[in-house]
Every structure is written in structure tokens, then in C-alpha cells.
């Protein structure tokens, strides 16, 4: 199965913007469903958006719609998180996550469902 890295977090003051990525290695990313979600201090880990393998259908948690962009390069082995007009309740570990799937159009909201994860990158957003 792949391995992921996620990188491009960092401190930011509110209203700012950050883009992380999630490398992934190994030749069989797309057949990946792919994932971002969050720990806050504190707080259990949420869901923060997901993607299809194709990249065609996402869904986005309430919190972050609007704000925050997903996407892929299945060429590149990388799915990026845009984040605009963070808020200081965005500071949080983000991690990205896989599910290998057969469906081409599948997105999971479930961390449970997810069969690979990095390792975390810190991204705070200051007052």
C-alpha cells in the first residue's frame, strides 16, 4: 500500500492562507480514495474533506465549505489542501488519509473506512 507525507503547514495569522500537500509513494495512488482530516487540542480528530480517486466528486465537511479546496494530481502522487480565510478554531494536526476503492466516484467521511495515514502536519492559525 502507499505511504503518505503530508508537508506545508505552519503558523499563519487569521485570514490568511496555506496549502498542504500529501505525497504519496508507490505506483497505485489512484486507485486511492483520499482524505484530510483534523485534531484539534483537546478534541477528538474530525473529517475535513474527501476526495475520488479521479478527483471528480469531493465533499466537504460544513465547517470548512467555501474555504477550503481540494485536489489531486494523480500524475504527481499528491493531493493538496487549499486553505483561505483561515480562522484561529483551524489550528489543528491535518492529516491526510487513503481507502483504496474499486469506485471510481466513492468519497468517505469515515476516518474508520481510511486504510492509510500520515503522519500529521501542525498548522496554527493566530488571533
Known amino acids: 500500500q502507499v505511504q503518505l507525507v503530508e508537508s506545508g503547514g505552519g503558523l499563519v495569522q487569521a485570514g490568511g492562507s496555506l496549502r498542504l500537500s500529501c505525497a504519496a509513494s508507490?505506483?497505485?495512488?489512484?486507485?486511492?480514495?483520499m482524505g484530510w482530516f483534523r485534531r484539534a487540542p483537546g478534541k477528538e480528530r474530525e473529517f475535513v474533506v474527501t476526495?475520488?480517486?479521479?478527483?471528480?466528486?469531493?465533499y466537504y465537511a460544513n465547517s470548512v465549505k467555501g474555504r477550503f479546496t481540494i485536489s489531486r494530481d494523480n500524475a504527481k502522487n499528491t493531493v493538496y489542501l487549499q486553505m483561505n480565510s483561515l480562522k484561529p478554531e483551524d489550528t489543528a494536526v491535518y492529516y491526510c488519509?487513503?481507502?483504496?476503492?474499486?469506485?471510481?466516484?466513492?468519497?468517505?467521511?469515515?476516518?474508520?473506512?481510511?486504510?492509510?495515514w500520515g503522519q500529521g502536519t501542525q498548522v496554527t492559525v493566530s488571533s
Open positions: 488519509a487513503g481507502k483504496r476503492t474499486t469506485y471510481y466516484s466513492g468519497t468517505y467521511y469515515d476516518s474508520a473506512e481510511y486504510d492509510v
Open positions: 508507490g505506483p497505485t495512488f489512484s486507485t486511492y480514495a
Open positions: 476526495i475520488s480517486r479521479r478527483g471528480g466528486v469531493t
